[in-house]
């Protein structure tokens, strides 16, 4: 994969959109209303929100929440990715350490469309950027136990 922008984000610039090859990344605080609901329906799918920490049902106003608390954050990233006009997934990045240079990142794929490779190309798409764009030295993940399909993707 190649990133047509090679510039590093940095602490106080984490609501850039980015292009990598054909997958158009949107920040979180840049989505228009469809996608914004479009994602909530994807967190709140059975196939997403049960291996989520937080497994409750998201109603419209507490999305929104979040959403409006991620424009003040340096801590977190959450992006909407797309290929073309397809969206492919939520790709996140939280607890940023910028002096420790290190971070934890989360994927998950559009559960509304079974997209060949999807998790894969996420997870790809995370190391590159996690890597070269934040300039981050270590990456870190969690998954819970019995997310069989999700540790088998990560131990690739």
Known sequence: MSFQSTEVIKE????????????????FVNL???EIEMIRKWRNSDNVRKWMYNDHIIYEE????????????????????KKGDL??????FINISWKHKRA??????NPGKKI????KTLNSIAIKIAFDILNLHSLKLEVIENNKVAINLYKK
């Open 87 to 92: 969206a492919i997934g939520v790709l996140y």
């Open 116 to 119: 060949p490779g999807a998790g």
């Open 12 to 27: 106080g610039s984490l609501k850039k959109n980015l292009v990598v090859d054909e997958y158009k990344f949107t920040n």
């Open 62 to 81: 507490e999305h929104k929440k979040i959403i409006n608390s991620l424009k003040g954050s340096e801590d977190k990233i959450y992006w909407l990715v």
């Open 104 to 109: 934890y990142f989360g994927i998950y794929a």
């Open 32 to 34: 228009s209303d469809d």
